[in-house]
């Protein structure tokens, strides 16, 4: 056997395993390979960060927006959304969408395939938004980079839609990895935040890929976490109703955010470059002043935390950057908030410590501990992701002592955001049935397998008139189903059951029903048959389902192959063998 041959061969077991449930190893395979690509893009763009840094910051510090000259870091916001708007009005609106929205979105409507010109979008936002001083943080570009990535990995593999969605969590979770040097908060996220489900066959390759993208961004930049607060402590459990409160008036700062974020609407009425000058103006203004609520916001967060911030840029922070991230998403500019939602978090919970220190400096516990919590609440509500939010606090501070009032905090914050401010999730739109498509339960079970999984392969395919000689000889190959072509185009529309046509024979041996041409009419033989429409051997049986309801049909005919006139049909799925899988899996 040639080369080519076994290596083709090879890939085509490969593509099989990973169509079922049994896949596994596999996909631990594609995480590795998804952790590396996704942690070399996300070094890759820290490195063009510093790069672009080199021009006009000191010490080629993207963050270093203090050490500026006033007219020159408020000229900077003017200068990158000219640039971002020019990009921007050259793309038509579906290639604008960017970041995890646009992620979860192509997760959800598009069985994770991602377009590549979104891909640069997104480079070119994130490089921009960054360095020319607009609030942005880098995690919606490392999940969008990463998770594209590996898709397109899947992709060139040819391989079916429910791996390439577990490649999509693999992208996402190295990428929050490789950012925050994070690994359990990344696998946290993409399972609670993209994926919006844990299961086991997702969990491994998840894993493996957050780790491998740790460890590349460690081996680029070294294993030092952003915030180490290892020594700080609650100390008095009576913190712990100032803590509740301050949690509160968190959630409801991170309901407004969402709201403001979500006010697209009210907006759009304004031109695109009016939008675009509203929010370099505002930025440029509140920079001025306060450069601190400009770009990323980690080394202003390293001093919340430190307790080397002033009560004034800490207002301007826990309200500023917060208004203008949202401000920013609202008005058409697709900044990631992640970083700054943190940022505005830490500076809300030390404003919290600050006033409890005053009103109960006895067992007030200090800013800092307000801080860390200030983060994880926000984070939580904003999202509606408190497991990510408690690990991630857990791993950026290194501190486990900081878990328990961290969990009240969280819960806190994120039913006020719910329940009181009426907040799904930044990066969740309810559908009018109550569930995003992701949280459907039918919906998640049937898109982890795809559809060779559950298809019947005994089948034969067949013209509508066949000769007595040629039905018997396609009943010699024991199929389940006949699959006739009665279109012009030949394309197979109609199943009969073999049952139905060999029982049909054995009771008409004469020559009855057989037309002038010496042929049957395979349309005209009594028994079961089902009407058909395509689908691609790579869908998943969410897909299938879906095709089965806006088709009409009683079942689908799988086709393999990409070229025109050279596709073959794989197997027959039914509405009945989906239904059979649904109940078998969940009894």
């Known amino acids: 056997m040639s080369r080519r041959r076994f290596r083709l061969y090879s890939l085509d077991g490969f593509r099989r395993r990973l169509a079922s449930v049994d896949g596994l190893p596999q996909l631990c395979v594609l ?16 490195m063009m960060l510093e790069v672009g840094a080199m021009a006009f910051m000191p010490e080629a510090d993207p963050e270093a927006f203090e050490a500026l000259p006033a007219w020159l870091r408020s000229s900077l916001p003017v200068l990158a959304v000219i640039l971002i708007g020019a990009w921007m009005h050259h793309q038509p609106l579906a290639a604008r969408q960017i970041g995890v929205s646009h992620v979860i979105e192509r997760l959800t409507y598009h069985q994770g395939r991602f377009p590549l010109r979104n891909w640069f979008t997104q480079w070119w936002v994130g490089l921009i938004s960054v360095l020319g001083g607009l609030s942005a943080g880098r995690e919606g570009p490392a999940i969008h980079l990463g998770a594209a990535a590996s898709s397109g990995l899947g992709e060139r593999l040819r391989l079916p839609h ?28 993409a399972m609670e935040v993209v994926i919006m489900e844990y299961t086991l066959i997702g969990f491994m390759p998840v894993i493996l890929a957050s780790t491998i993208g740790a460890l590349v961004a460690q081996v680029a930049y070294g294993s030092v976490r952003p915030f180490q ?62 450069p601190q ?10 001093q919340i935390l430190n307790g080397a911030m002033t009560l004034d840029v800490l207002i301007a922070l826990a309200i500023g950057k917060l208004v203008l991230t949202a401000l920013a998403v609202a008005c058409g500019i697709p900044v990631s908030i992640i970083g700054p939602v943190l940022v505005a978090g830490g500076a809300m919970g030390a404003l919290c410590g600050l006033l409890g220190g005053w009103w109960l400096p006895e067992i007030a516990a200090g800013p800092e501990v307000y801080a860390m919590l200030g983060m994880a609440a926000m984070m939580g509500a904003v999202l509606q992701a408190p497991l990510a939010a408690l690990m991630a606090l857990l791993e950026l501070t290194h501190n486990p002592g900081m878990i328990l009032p961290g969990m009240l905090a969280v819960v806190v914050a994120g039913l006020t955001s719910r329940q009181l401010c009426g907040c799904d999730g930044f990066f969740v739109s309810v559908t009018r049935h109550g569930l995003h498509p992701l949280q459907q339960p039918l919906m998640q079970a049937l898109s982890r397998v795809s559809v060779p999984a559950v298809m019947e392969r005994a089948l034969v395919r067949s013209p509508r008139r066949v000769t007595r000689a040629e039905a018997s000889a396609l009943l010699d190959e024991r199929p389940e189903w006949v699959v006739i072509e ?46 058909l429409a395509p689908i691609h051997l790579q869908a998943t049986l969410s897909e299938a389902f879906d095709r089965l309801n806006t088709k009409h049909v009683d079942a689908l005919y799988v086709q393999h192959g990409h070229r025109p006139g050279k596709q073959r049909i794989s197997g027959i799925i039914t509405r009945d063998a989906i239904e059979r899988y649904y109940r078998f899996r969940n009894s």
């Open 31 to 46: 995480g590795v390979f998804s952790g590396l690509i996704t942690g070399g893009l996300m070094v890759g763009f820290r």
């Open 162 to 189: 429910n791996s390439l969605r577990v490649l999509v969590g693999c992208g996402t979770a190295a990428g929050i990895s490789a950012s925050f040097n994070t690994p359990i908060a990344g696998v946290i996220f």
């Open 229 to 290: 607060m290892s020594g700080v402590e609650l100390e008095s459990l009576f913190n712990l109703p100032w803590i509740v409160l301050s949690a509160l008036v968190i959630g409801l700062m991170a309901g407004g955010f969402v709201k403001l974020a979500r006010s697209g609407n009210v907006v759009q009425r304004l031109p695109f470059s009016a939008r675009l000058a509203l929010v370099a103006g505002l930025v440029g203004g509140v920079a001025w002043w306060y």
């Open 293 to 302: 609520v400009q770009g990323m916001g980690y080394d202003s967060l390293g």
């Open 486 to 531: 009665r279109s012009r185009d030949d394309k197979p529309t109609l199943a009969l059951k073999a049952a139905s046509l060999a029982r049909w024979m054995l009771e008409h041996d004469n020559d009855d029903n057989i037309g002038k041409d010496g042929k049957m009419d395979l349309l005209e033989i009594p028994g079961k048959r089902l009407d």
